[in-house]
């Protein structure tokens, strides 16, 4: 079952480890809490992480003091009927941190990324 939650979920968490994958990232807490960020790909679409600015090491070991998701539909050059830019900020005291993520489909399938809670916090 996947737990959807809002990127603001991180704010005040301590990261402790990040997992990267090809297109995907999971967020380990201090507080036992694990977090994944990913696309759950369909037929007609792709979805992937296109860049990340900063040096994600600066979430490690800080608390997250700022999180936020922007959107924006792609330009008419791009490929396919339908793209979308997702953008991930990510602040904390030691530095920030943007993960660029750029999905196209034929406009009928997902272009989003999924963040969602795979483990909740130890009590």
């Known amino acids: 079952m996947k737990n959807v939650v809002s990127l603001t979920e991180l704010i005040g968490k301590v990261i402790k480890t990040i997992i990267q994958d090809v297109n995907e ?3 380990r807490c ?3 809490s694990e977090y994944r960020m990913y696309h759950e790909q369909d037929c007609c679409e792709s ?3 296109k860049e990340i600015h900063g040096d994600i090491m600066d979430l490690i070991d800080s608390p997250i003091i700022s999180a936020e998701e922007v959107s924006q539909d792609g330009s008419e050059e791009d490929s396919f009927e339908s793209s979308t830019w997702t953008f991930y900020k990510f602040r904390t005291n030691k530095g920030s941190v943007d993960i660029t993520w750029f999905g196209e489909s034929n406009g009928y399938y997902s272009e989003c990324v999924d963040f969602v809670q795979i483990k909740e916090a130890i009590q």
């Open 30 to 32: 201090d507080d036992g």
């Open 25 to 27: 990232l999971t967020f």
């Open 47 to 49: 979805v992937e992480i």
